[in-house]
Nanobody, 122 residues
Framework: QVQLVESGGGLVQAGGSLRLSCAVSARTFTSYVMGWFRQAPGKGREFVASINRSGSNTYYADSMKGRFTISRVNAKNTVYLQMNSLKPEDTAVYYC???????????????WGQGTQVTVSS
C-alpha cells in the first residue's frame, strides 16, 4: 500500500512562492514515478508536473513551465513542487500522485494524496 501526504500549502500574494512537499510511504519509493495535479473550484483535475524514478527527467504543463519545479529526494521518500511567480489562477487544491508506469503523459496515477490548498491573492 502506498500513502502520500502533502504539506506546504497556504495563502500567498501574487508573485510570491510556495514549496509543496509530499511524503510517500511505500516499500520502494523508487518504483514509482511521481507527479503533481491540481483542481481549481468548479474545474476538473489537471496535470501540473511529473518526474521519473531517478529524478533525471521532468515534465510540465505548458502554463507551469519556467515557474514551477518538481524534484524528488529518494533517500527521504519525498517529492517537492517549488512554485514561483504565483498567480491568482494558480489557486487550487494540489494533489501528489504516484504511478507505476511512465512519468511522461501521466494521466491516471495509481495513488493519490489527500490534497493541500494553495490560495493566491491578487
Amino acid at each position: 500500500q502506498v500513502q502520500l501526504v502533502e504539506s506546504g500549502g497556504g495563502l500567498v500574494q501574487a508573485g510570491g512562492s510556495l514549496r509543496l512537499s509530499c511524503a510517500v510511504s511505500a516499500r520502494t519509493f523508487t518504483s514509482y514515478v511521481m507527479g503533481w495535479f491540481r483542481q481549481a473550484p468548479g474545474k476538473g483535475r489537471e496535470f501540473v508536473a511529473s518526474i521519473n524514478r531517478s529524478g533525471s527527467n521532468t515534465y510540465y504543463a505548458d502554463s507551469m513551465k519556467g515557474r514551477f519545479t518538481i524534484s524528488r529526494v529518494n533517500a527521504k521518500n519525498t517529492v517537492y513542487l517549488q512554485m514561483n511567480s504565483l498567480k491568482p489562477e494558480d489557486t487550487a487544491v494540489y494533489y501528489c500522485a504516484a504511478d507505476s508506469r511512465t512519468a511522461q503523459n501521466m494521466r491516471q496515477p495509481d495513488y493519490w494524496g489527500q490534497g493541500t490548498q494553495v490560495t493566491v491573492s491578487s
